[in-house]
């Protein structure tokens, strides 16, 4: 049966995550009636990571055992026009040995999460961003940032339902990025503690505002407490850009 690998952009405003949930929509559940309504057989579709509900993609990456070979380029045209009008996007489907996993090839995953660093209310980005009125210092939390890097236990900055066996995780980037009243925070890793990525975020928000220093969210990771970390930042701003194979 042909495999294939999907390339995915998502809205994820109005879905409850990506994992399938048997009455709430989901971006899973969108794409599998998209295969359904193409080869006309109920099929998996296996994420590389489930997204929480209101978290986008630029390059979220599944794959799909289709029962009928398709060209690929037919295959993402088919999926796009059974995916209408959601919020989902089939930017590519290529055909890979049936070796490979979404999940478990991957060996790298980048997030991007935005914040608009202004007091004005949101117009054109509302639901896309998170908007933190208080003037925060990007350069402090860049430099705070690097407290996180490398191979730690992140029980801290990890959600308490988080399902993973380990909470030790290597964190390869976390950079603080601004310009203008954007700021982004740019992080990878080979894979993330459920929440990880939103706990890191509302805890550097806090050293940008003055209320920690490197020093307290140094003591936050060595807490492995999940009481001591700072706010979690919200779902909208957050964004799975790639995934490496």
């Known amino acids: 049966m042909p495999r294939y690998k999907l390339t995915i952009e998502y809205d994820g405003t109005p879905f409850r995550g990506w994992q399938l949930q048997a009455t709430l929509p989901s971006?899973?559940?969108?794409?599998?009636?998209?295969v359904l309504a193409t080869c006309g057989e109920a099929v998996r579709v296996h994420g590389a990571g489930r997204t929480d509900a209101g978290v986008h993609a630029l390059g979220q990456v599944a794959h799909v055992d289709i029962p009928k070979p398709f060209r690929a380029d037919k295959l993402r045209d088919a999926l796009n026009a059974h995916l209408r009008p959601n919020p989902v996007a089939v930017l590519s489907a290529e055909l890979v040995p049936d070796t490979f996993e979404a999940r478990f090839s991957?060996?790298?995953?980048?997030?991007?999460?935005?914040?608009?660093?202004?007091?004005?209310n949101l117009a054109l980005e509302l639901g896309k961003v998170w908007r933190v009125p208080r003037r925060l210092d990007s350069d402090a939390m860049h430099r705070a940032a690097q407290v996180l890097i490398g191979k730690h236990d992140f029980t801290t900055f990890r959600d308490t339902e988080c399902q993973a066996a380990s909470p030790e995780k290597t964190l390869d980037q976390l950079d603080v990025l601004r310009s203008g009243d954007d700021i982004d925070v740019i992080t990878s890793a080979r894979s993330f503690l459920h929440s990880q990525v939103r706990s890191m975020v509302g805890s550097l928000v806090w050293v940008g505002e003055g209320r920690w220093?490197?020093?307290?969210?140094?003591?936050?990771?060595?807490?492995?407490?999940?009481?001591?970390?700072?706010?979690?930042?919200?779902?909208?701003?957050l964004y799975l850009v790639r995934v490496d194979y």
Do not use: F, M, W
């Open 27 to 34: 971006v899973q559940g969108a794409l599998e009636a998209a």
């Open 213 to 237: 220093t490197a020093d307290d969210l140094a003591a936050a990771l060595a807490a492995r407490r999940r009481s001591a970390c700072g706010i979690v930042a919200p779902p909208e701003g």
């Open 106 to 120: 991957a060996i790298k995953r980048h997030y991007r999460y935005r914040i608009v660093n202004r007091r004005s």
